[in-house]
């Protein structure tokens, strides 16, 4: 009888030792992700307050803190902390199409979490066009990578769910978009979808988008909006005009940043090269400046431009999508830790409030929506993503199909310009960066531009 128990004890033991394995480390991350998604936007929603504070107390203070916040960022990414630049979804994607071990010692580690979260903390106190959400992805794969060393025999195929599942888990917490985080993974980090990986995958977003409602309470990220039952006769044009406007828009923004040697000056990239925080604190200085000029509309994220103008609170000029895209671009060109989706929101949102001039019988906010959806697309080259997550945000269930319209036809636009923005920045992830390395928002090809140029004449 005792060595019956005995050896039920044992099977017990062992048992719950192999669902703690295939579950339990997964769940816990998962949690910690939510936690840490919430806590981090809270963070970021304050330093902004703060820039707001100073700025409402000094309007011309943002000409001497956001060239010295970005001269900062620069100088401490670069000397400390490599690998923590711009989105951080190009790092997990890299991390996932490489051996995820080696590259996941690389670009997920616990020192480049922390720092994606104290140094864009710092870029958004200087009033930057960065959004939280890239960041988040980044700091879920990079948390829950490090959860690999609770399995005693840990392996690839652990590691890559890991990673996958921190990744999807971090954005469906940062935009309360469950749906989004799966639609994420399968579309935009793996271009497939594993059989293997979806229990994991699901189980994870969900229980981190728990851990944010639970803290946050139900929310839609931008509201519900209104756009009636009965649509116009013009909706499939103005579909197609959105459509195509914003995805040349999109593809120009992703052009830009993966071909600054052809539009930035040979003495700039010479600059930038040499000397990066220089560099950084000149593009600060545009930054502040459009800034100034918008009457401030340009800085941080654009979250509280976008809602104001689908709730009909909000009067922007015409020229708020142009300047947003300079603040945006003089954001990520010298590296700095930060996002682009919330940012393209912003934008896609001043195209939707300029094409209405055009299509007065449509409502507004779902102008705005489309062109949201339009421009997200566009950026990303991931439509379906960009529709459930404007979808989820919003709660325009009613719009699927013209959602769905506006991502496709945008995004074939922008690729007429220029390939996928994320997987073409992955790919100078896929090696160990040179010490010191230029920015990851410069492709490789603009230093030997810059080499070349600074070489001596023989």
Known sequence: MIRALRSLSLRTARRTRGLWRRYGIF????????????????????????????????AWLPLVITPAAAALCVFVTRRFFRGSEGSGIPQVIAVLNSPTSEAG??????????????????????GFTIGR????VQVGAALMFNMRRFYPRSNSLIERQLVLAGAAAGLSAAFNTPLA???????????????????????????????????????TYFGTIDVGTHFSNMLAVAVIVTAVVTGMAGGVFCWLLLNTSRWIPAPLRHLHASRPVVFAALCGLVIAI???????????????????????????????????????????????PGGIFAPSLSIGAGFGNVLHLLFGQMSLPMMITLAMVGYLAAVTQSPITAFVIVMEMINGHALVISLMA??????????????????????????????????????????????????PQK
């Open 290 to 336: 459009v800034g100034l000029v918008s009457g401030g509309t340009t800085f941080g994220s654009g979250y509280a431009e976008a809602r104001g103008l689908l709730e009909g609170r909000e009067h922007l000029s015409v020229f708020y999508p142009l300047l947003k895209m300079i603040s945006m671009i003089g954001s990520y060109l010298p590296g700095i």
């Open 27 to 58: 769940w816990l991350g998962a949690i910690a992700v939510g936690l840490i998604a919430v806590y981090y936007a809270r963070l970021i929603d304050w330093g902004y307050g703060l820039f707001l504070d100073a700025r409402a107390a000094h």
């Open 181 to 219: 985080g799966i639609v994420f993974a399968i579309e935009e980090l793996t271009r497939s979808f594993e059989v293997r990986t979806s229990g994991v995958l699901i189980t994870g977003i969900i229980i981190a988008g728990i851990v944010a409602l639970g803290l946050n309470g139900n929310y």
């Open 133 to 136: 959400e890239g960041p988040t």
């Open 406 to 455: 506006t991502a496709l036809v945008s995004s074939r636009v922008s690729r007429l310009f220029a390939p996928p923005l994320y997987e073409a920045l992955s790919e100078r992830y896929m090696a160990p960066l040179p010490q010191p390395a230029a920015s990851p928002e410069v492709p490789e090809a603009d230093e030997a531009v810059v080499e070349k140029d600074a070489a």
């Open 105 to 126: 010692g690389r670009l997920l580690t616990l020192r480049i979490l922390a720092s994606k979260i104290a140094v864009s903390f710092i870029a958004i106190l200087g």
